[in-house]
């Protein structure tokens, strides 16, 4: 049998970033567990593609790692807990606000204005942390002036070759493992690493 909700989750404790939540469940035969997980609230990161097959990577500092990293352009999908509680609760399709999400980080930190986007994957953290990363490839672009980038944001784009690109993920200067993995996905669905 399939674990079963007995009633609605509760969150037992809620931080700037991450809530704590428990939710009883019936596993069968009469027996109810309480499960507990952490959350937060999702995020997206965006594969842009010029039209050189280039990838564009940021490098910003982070302040987890206390050094400089190459990630993929992205952000928050929602601004705090509450309000991806409440989006929860209409038990609407999160990729709508992932969508709208990816077009304005990618306005904000890459620079650009989206005109092919499609979602390429999501990354589920697990079972007990629940924090997803949705994954855009971005194809076609407009670049814009300049970024706009978010007080504190310190965040500079540079270009790379698609074999510069894997090279950074198996080497670990892309260290959000996670990017890594999806990047080196979507570079091996590519018929060709220029």
């Known amino acids: ?3 079963k909700p007995t009633q609605p989750e509760k969150i037992v404790y ?78 609407q399709n999160i990729l709508v606000p992932a969508l709208t999400a990816a077009k304005k980080e990618a306005e904000e930190e ?14 589920t953290c697990g079972a007990t942390m629940r924090w997803d990363l949705f994954y855009f490839v971005v194809a076609k672009f407009t670049a814009l002036d300049e970024q706009s980038l978010g007080e504190g944001e310190n965040i500079e784009t540079n270009w790379f070759t698609f074999s510069q690109a ?16 999806v990047l080196l996905r979507y570079l091996h669905t590519q018929a060709v690493l220029k």
Request: aromatic share 8%; glycine share 10%.
């Open 1 to 3: 049998m399939v674990p």
């Open 14 to 91: 809620q931080g700037l970033i991450v809530e704590v939540v428990q939710q009883n469940m019936n596993e069968g035969n009469g027996k109810i567990k309480t499960y507990e997980f952490a959350r937060r609230s999702p995020g997206i990161r965006l594969i842009i593609i010029g039209s050189d097959k280039r990838i564009l990577l940021s490098k910003e500092y982070r302040s987890e790692i206390k050094s400089w990293d190459f990630r993929l352009p992205g952000g928050k999908i929602f601004d705090s807990l509450q309000k991806f509680n409440s989006f929860l609760a209409t038990g």
């Open 166 to 181: 894997r090279e950074m993920c198996l080497s670990g200067q892309i260290s959000e493992d996670r990017s890594a993995a």
């Open 110 to 123: 890459a620079g650009i204005r989206t005109e092919d986007i499609k979602h390429f994957a999501t990354s």
